[in-house]
Protein backbone atom coordinates (compact mmCIF):
# COMPACT_ATOMS: atom_id res chain seq x y z
CA UNK A 1 0.00 0.00 0.00
CA UNK A 2 2.75 2.78 0.92
CA UNK A 3 6.11 2.96 -0.94
CA UNK A 4 7.97 3.20 2.20
CA UNK A 5 9.12 -0.05 3.59
CA UNK A 6 7.30 -1.02 6.79
CA UNK A 7 8.47 -3.13 9.67
CA UNK A 8 6.10 -3.42 12.82
CA UNK A 9 7.27 -5.59 16.12
CA UNK A 10 5.31 -5.60 19.19
CA UNK A 11 7.12 -5.15 22.44
CA UNK A 12 6.10 -5.68 25.99
CA UNK A 13 8.06 -3.83 28.74
CA UNK A 14 8.77 -4.74 32.09
CA UNK A 15 10.94 -2.13 32.74
CA UNK A 16 12.72 0.51 30.31
CA UNK A 17 16.34 0.80 27.88
CA UNK A 18 19.30 3.49 28.41
CA UNK A 19 17.89 6.85 28.49
CA UNK A 20 17.30 8.72 25.30
CA UNK A 21 19.79 11.56 24.90
CA UNK A 22 16.57 13.86 24.17
CA UNK A 23 13.89 14.55 27.15
CA UNK A 24 11.04 12.98 26.81
CA UNK A 25 8.02 15.18 27.60
CA UNK A 26 5.12 14.60 29.33
CA UNK A 27 2.91 15.99 26.62
CA UNK A 28 3.28 15.85 22.93
CA UNK A 29 4.57 19.57 22.33
CA UNK A 30 6.13 21.12 19.10
CA UNK A 31 10.07 20.94 18.34
CA UNK A 32 10.17 17.98 20.93
CA UNK A 33 10.77 14.23 20.09
CA UNK A 34 6.89 13.89 21.35
CA UNK A 35 5.25 14.54 18.55
CA UNK A 36 1.58 13.80 18.94
CA UNK A 37 -0.91 11.29 20.04
CA UNK A 38 -3.99 10.16 18.49
CA UNK A 39 -6.28 8.73 21.05
CA UNK A 40 -9.73 6.86 19.96
CA UNK A 41 -12.65 8.44 21.93
CA UNK A 42 -13.55 6.25 25.38
CA UNK A 43 -11.43 5.40 27.94
CA UNK A 44 -9.92 2.59 26.73
CA UNK A 45 -7.56 0.57 27.47
CA UNK A 46 -6.74 0.57 23.97
CA UNK A 47 -3.19 -1.51 22.43
CA UNK A 48 -1.07 1.43 21.21
CA UNK A 49 1.70 2.08 18.23
CA UNK A 50 4.40 4.07 18.37
CA UNK A 51 5.13 5.55 15.20
CA UNK A 52 8.94 6.08 13.83
CA UNK A 53 9.93 8.67 10.59
CA UNK A 54 11.85 7.83 7.38
CA UNK A 55 15.42 9.14 7.33
CA UNK A 56 13.53 11.82 5.45
CA UNK A 57 12.16 13.16 8.89
CA UNK A 58 8.45 13.48 9.84
CA UNK A 59 6.15 13.37 6.95
CA UNK A 60 2.69 13.42 6.16
CA UNK A 61 2.33 9.49 5.40
CA UNK A 62 3.12 8.80 8.84
CA UNK A 63 0.51 11.58 10.36
CA UNK A 64 -1.99 9.63 8.40
CA UNK A 65 -0.93 6.34 9.55
CA UNK A 66 -1.92 7.39 13.09
CA UNK A 67 -5.27 8.53 12.11
CA UNK A 68 -5.16 5.49 10.11
CA UNK A 69 -4.59 3.30 13.93
CA UNK A 70 -6.83 5.85 15.87
CA UNK A 71 -9.45 4.99 13.51
CA UNK A 72 -9.17 1.02 14.09
CA UNK A 73 -9.13 1.85 18.12
CA UNK A 74 -5.30 1.85 19.00
CA UNK A 75 -3.58 4.90 20.33
CA UNK A 76 -1.05 6.43 18.36
CA UNK A 77 2.25 7.99 19.64
CA UNK A 78 4.37 9.85 16.69
CA UNK A 79 7.88 10.81 17.67
CA UNK A 80 10.06 12.86 15.75
CA UNK A 81 13.48 11.99 16.61
CA UNK A 82 15.12 14.55 13.99
CA UNK A 83 13.72 18.11 14.84
CA UNK A 84 14.82 18.14 18.55
CA UNK A 85 18.40 17.10 17.72
CA UNK A 86 18.56 19.97 15.23
CA UNK A 87 18.15 18.18 11.91
CA UNK A 88 15.55 17.58 8.95
CA UNK A 89 16.80 14.20 7.64
CA UNK A 90 19.50 12.38 8.01
CA UNK A 91 19.36 10.12 4.67
CA UNK A 92 22.68 11.04 3.13
CA UNK A 93 24.51 12.05 6.85
CA UNK A 94 22.89 9.58 9.39
CA UNK A 95 23.46 12.53 12.21
CA UNK A 96 20.88 10.58 14.67
CA UNK A 97 21.73 7.34 14.57
CA UNK A 98 19.71 4.64 15.08
CA UNK A 99 19.91 3.80 18.46
CA UNK A 100 19.43 7.24 19.01
CA UNK A 101 16.06 6.32 17.56
CA UNK A 102 15.64 3.31 19.10
CA UNK A 103 15.98 5.03 22.61
CA UNK A 104 13.57 7.41 21.76
CA UNK A 105 10.75 4.61 20.95
CA UNK A 106 11.80 2.80 24.70
CA UNK A 107 11.28 6.36 26.48
CA UNK A 108 7.92 6.58 24.14
CA UNK A 109 6.99 3.16 24.93
CA UNK A 110 7.47 3.55 28.32
CA UNK A 111 5.60 6.80 28.94
CA UNK A 112 2.75 4.94 26.69
CA UNK A 113 2.05 2.24 29.82
CA UNK A 114 1.90 5.50 32.08
CA UNK A 115 -1.11 6.33 30.48
CA UNK A 116 -4.70 5.28 32.08
CA UNK A 117 -6.46 4.16 28.58
CA UNK A 118 -3.64 2.60 26.75
CA UNK A 119 -3.25 -1.31 27.54
CA UNK A 120 0.34 -1.29 28.46
CA UNK A 121 0.55 -5.36 27.52
CA UNK A 122 -0.58 -4.35 23.98
CA UNK A 123 2.26 -1.84 22.81
CA UNK A 124 3.71 -1.76 19.58
CA UNK A 125 6.27 -0.29 16.97
CA UNK A 126 5.61 1.03 13.61
CA UNK A 127 8.41 2.04 11.09
CA UNK A 128 8.88 3.69 8.36
CA UNK A 129 12.28 3.30 6.05
CA UNK A 130 14.77 4.33 8.71
CA UNK A 131 12.44 3.88 11.25
CA UNK A 132 11.81 0.38 9.78
CA UNK A 133 15.57 -0.12 10.94
CA UNK A 134 15.15 1.37 14.15
CA UNK A 135 12.35 -0.93 14.90
CA UNK A 136 14.26 -3.89 13.75
CA UNK A 137 16.85 -3.01 16.37
CA UNK A 138 14.76 -2.86 19.19
CA UNK A 139 13.01 -5.78 18.91
CA UNK A 140 16.06 -7.93 18.50
CA UNK A 141 17.06 -10.08 21.43
CA UNK A 142 20.63 -9.62 20.50
CA UNK A 143 20.64 -6.19 20.49
CA UNK A 144 18.49 -5.95 23.84
CA UNK A 145 21.12 -8.49 25.14
CA UNK A 146 23.93 -6.23 24.68
CA UNK A 147 23.53 -4.35 27.52
CA UNK A 148 21.81 -1.19 25.64
CA UNK A 149 18.31 -2.14 27.06
CA UNK A 150 17.47 -4.05 30.61
CA UNK A 151 14.90 -5.42 31.88
CA UNK A 152 12.95 -6.16 28.96
CA UNK A 153 9.84 -9.10 29.56
CA UNK A 154 9.83 -10.06 26.04
CA UNK A 155 8.97 -9.61 21.97
CA UNK A 156 6.27 -11.55 20.36
Known sequence: MRRALVATGVVLLAGGCAGAAV????EPRPGSVYHSLQKPDGE?????VVLLHTCGGLQQHVLEWAQRLRAHEYVALVLDSFTPRGE???CVNWRVSLDEVVA???AALEHLRTLPFVDG???GVM?????AMATLRLTSASYRGSARCEGLAGVS
Request: aromatic content about 22%; cysteine-free.
Open 121 to 123: QRI
Open 88 to 90: KSV
Open 127 to 131: GFSYG
Open 23 to 26: PFPA
Open 104 to 106: DAF
Open 44 to 48: GPFPA
